[in-house]
Structure formats: C-alpha cells, structure tokens
C-alpha cells in the first residue's frame, strides 16, 4: 500500500504493540517511522515496515510538531473513536 504519508495516524498489526496507534513522522520506500509523544518521541522513533501497519485515513500537520502535540493529536482521536463506539451500541 502506497498511501503512507507524514502526519496520517497508524495502527500496529504486528509486533508486542499489536493495536497501538501511531503518528507517522517521516516516510521512506520499505519503512515509516512512528511516534506516539511519550515512549517514541520524536527524538527515539518507531521504526516498523510498512506491511505492519494499517493507515487510518487522518492527516495532521507535523512539520512543526512536537511530543505534546502529538499526545495532544492522539488523545483527540482517541476520545473521537471512544464516541463512534459509543455511539454504534
């Protein structure tokens, strides 16, 4: 899948993080690098292969981030997803 790009959220789909979601910070041809704000920061980024991730159609600017803003983006869409489950039972 080819629709990998920086600032879209990530699911792991494998690996002890199975589940997980990300931020993607940078992009290349076999890997992207995440970060969730608190244990991969932007500093210490999540290497994983493209093949074990699921892109959540979300986009966010991270060209300016940094490791609150991106706890601040996740939290936001976890709260989000928390009121579409919600809502659905």
């Known amino acids: 899948m080819e629709g990998f790009k920086a600032g879209m959220l990530a699911r792991s ?3 002890h993080d199975k589940g997980k979601v990300y931020v ?3 992009v290349d041809d076999t890997y992207v690098y995440l970060a969730d704000g608190s244990i991969r920061t932007l500093e210490h980024l999540k290497k994983k292969k493209k093949k074990h991730v699921q892109p959540i ?3 966010h600017d991270v060209s300016a981030a940094d490791d609150t803003a991106i706890k601040r983006i996740l939290k936001e869409w976890s709260m989000e997803e928390s009121k579409t489950c919600q809502k659905l039972t």
């Open 13 to 15: 789909k494998a690996g």
């Open 24 to 26: 993607i910070i940078e």
């Open 57 to 59: 159609l979300k986009e």
